[in-house]
């Protein structure tokens, strides 16, 4: 069954300091992955997406297709990035699976 | 274009009552999905339609939940009647194509 994991619930980071937001997934087929912020009672908005290749507020992420992760790292947290991430999986054309989140805290 | 409108933003009501959430998708898009978020299960799909058809409703957590959208642009989630562990924010989203997905501001829903 395709699946995604993000294996923390909660995440602090002391500002300047890197920051990884884990994702696993479980899919048989070509994944496209994406990370999804969700800024303190706003909506959620799309960050990036693996097939992009992109960097968005100085965040990247790699599909590792042999880890079958799609990490979110950053070099350095600003207080801005204090946020709910959400990692998700497109699958069968369809429709995008969402992983539970990871609340992340950038500690001043 | 204003995005993905969702009404009401907040709604208190009491256990037993009927609730409907409103959405309306961003004009062009084919598919609306609509999400229900809460501290202890993230975000969980409850439905989507494709063409205003509904194509999986696994995520409708019981037949005290429906939904529909008579047209392209207008769609709603009802629970009839509400319960205290109904609670939650229930997001609306729509997309072009189905890979890149536009959320509303969500809809706050408290029973008491």
């Known amino acids: 069954a395709q699946r995604v994991t993000q294996p923390e619930k909660l995440l602090s980071v002391f500002k300047g300091a890197p920051v990884e937001l884990k994702c696993n997934y479980s899919?048989?087929?070509?994944?496209?992955l994406f990370w999804y912020v969700q800024y303190s009672r706003q909506r959620l908005q799309l960050l990036l997406r693996?097939?992009s290749r992109e960097s968005i507020k100085g965040f990247t992420a790699d599909l590792n297709k042999g880890e079958t992760s799609f990490h979110l790292k950053k070099p350095f947290a600003q207080e801005e990035d204090s946020a709910m991430y959400y990692c998700?999986?497109?699958?069968?054309?369809?429709?995008?699976?969402f992983g539970t989140g990871t609340r992340l805290t950038i500690i001043p | 274009d204003a995005g993905v409108i969702q009404s009401p933003r907040h709604e208190v009501t009491e256990m037993g009552q009927e609730v409907t959430l409103r959405c309306k998708p961003i004009s062009g898009h084919n598919s609306l999905f609509w999400y229900r978020q809460t501290m202890m299960r993230g975000l969980e799909l409850l439905i989507y339609?494709?063409?205003?058809?509904?194509?999986?409703d696994s995520g409708m957590p019981e037949d005290r939940f429906s939904a529909k959208m008579p047209n392209a642009s207008f769609s709603t989630l009802k629970i009839q009647p509400s319960e205290p562990r109904d609670s939650a924010v229930y997001f609306c989203a729509s997309s072009p194509t189905g890979n890149t997905i536009y959320f509303g501001e969500g809809s706050w829903l408290t029973v008491v």
């Open positions: 339609f494709n063409n205003n058809v509904p194509i999986d």
């Open positions: 899919y048989s087929g070509s994944p496209e």
């Open positions: 998700a999986l497109f699958f069968g054309n369809e429709k995008l699976t």
């Open positions: 693996h097939i």
